[in-house]
């Protein structure tokens, strides 16, 4: 699985729409990147996940680049339950019996 | 609510002793994930069971083991604890074996050593 790059920490103001990167250079062509958060000592959430298109669901949209090397979560409007890790992973979507990779995420504080 | 069920919510334990956390998943999904996260690490594979059967293992530790029954509920065995098995515990399941890719988390079971 492709190696992601996320930065350690980011700030956004409540109301506010939150922009999470993720590097993803080395992706390959059948791979998809997924987006989970964990808010503090829960079970990791699903939020979304995308190929090549950009992908919009009732959480957040997904914005991958043309090249793939690259995207960004967006969370439209943050509110304050939105503070969490937020892990950008990418792995090949189904085939052999392999689990998530969680790399260290960012932790995004919603600020009031 | 992930639909995804763990007991006990806390445990604790001595060292030395053996302990049994437990996984409902949810209704029809056939896989089972277990993770661990310790104290400011992060989620941690440590094996997958696929209707019944072990599908992949990850660093789990010899004194660790699980196993997934009939009727697709799991149990994560831990003995001969040590302090630094304190840690959060995770289990999460999907529909299938191969991807997990919507993979739905309990809520953790947190073990305490002392």
Not at chain 1, 14 to 28: D, K, Q, V, Y
């Amino acid at each position: 699985d492709a190696k992601t790059t996320q930065p350690t920490s980011m700030d956004c103001a409540e109301g506010r729409a939150a922009n999470l990167p993720c590097n993803h250079s080395t992706i390959s062509g059948n791979e998809y990147v997924y987006w989970y958060r964990q808010i503090h000592s829960q079970g990791p959430q699903y939020i979304i996940h995308g190929l090549k298109n950009n992908e919009t669901n009732e959480m957040a949209s997904l914005i991958i680049t043309e090249d793939r090397k690259s995207s960004t979560l967006i969370l439209p409007h943050a509110t304050l339950r939105d503070t969490a890790v937020y892990y950008c992973i990418v792995r090949v979507f189904s085939g052999s019996a392999r689990q998530l990779t969680f790399g260290s995420g960012t932790q995004l504080t919603v600020l009031p | 609510d992930s639909g995804v069920t763990q007991t006990p919510k806390h445990l604790i334990t001595a060292t030395g002793q053996r302990v049994t956390l437990r996984c409902s998943p949810r209704s029809g999904d056939l896989s089972v994930y277990w993770y661990q996260q310790s104290l400011d690490q992060g989620l941690q594979f440590l094996i997958q069971y696929y209707n019944g059967e072990e599908r992949a293992k990850g660093n789990i530790l010899e004194r660790f083991s699980a196993q997934q029954f009939p009727d697709l509920h799991s149990e994560l065995n831990l003995s001969s604890l040590e302090l630094g098995d304190s840690a959060l515990y995770f289990c999460a399941s999907s529909v299938g074996g191969g991807s997990g890719t919507e993979a739905f988390f309990g809520q953790g079971t947190r073990l305490t050593v002392v």
